[in-house]
Nanobody, 115 residues
């Protein structure tokens, strides 16, 4: 059974920074891609950033230049460095992994940015 465990959410003032981490555990061979999504109250879940197994990245326009996604030294981890946070970044952030082309989700971590 594959599990994704997130950490690093919290409350921060506008302009501040947070770092989210996600680790995949269980029995698997290949992690194809890892990504972060977020869902704000009353809104649909949206892609924030993604990274492939060979290091290619993509970002939502709203976070380009402020957020950076990276894989950890252990290839089953992914990090999201969030700088210059804005109140509109407030949401539950979910880790997503495509493992042997099957999707998996973490339980979510709350990020709250106060103005």
């Amino acid at each position: 059974q594959v599990q994704l465990v997130e950490s690093g959410g919290g409350l921060v003032q506008a302009g501040g920074s947070l770092r989210l981490s996600c680790a995949a555990s269980g029995s698997f061979f290949v992690i194809n891609t890892m990504a972060w999504y977020r869902q704000a109250p009353g809104k649909q879940r949206e892609l924030v950033a993604g990274i492939t197994s060979d290091g290619r990245t993509n970002y939502a326009d709203s976070v380009k230049g402020r957020f950076t996604i990276s894989r950890g030294n252990a290839k089953n981890t992914v990090n999201l460095q969030m700088n210059n946070l804005k109140p509109e970044d407030t949401a539950v952030y979910y880790c997503h992994a495509l493992i042997t082309y099957s999707p998996y989700w973490g339980q979510g971590t709350q990020v709250t940015v106060s103005s």
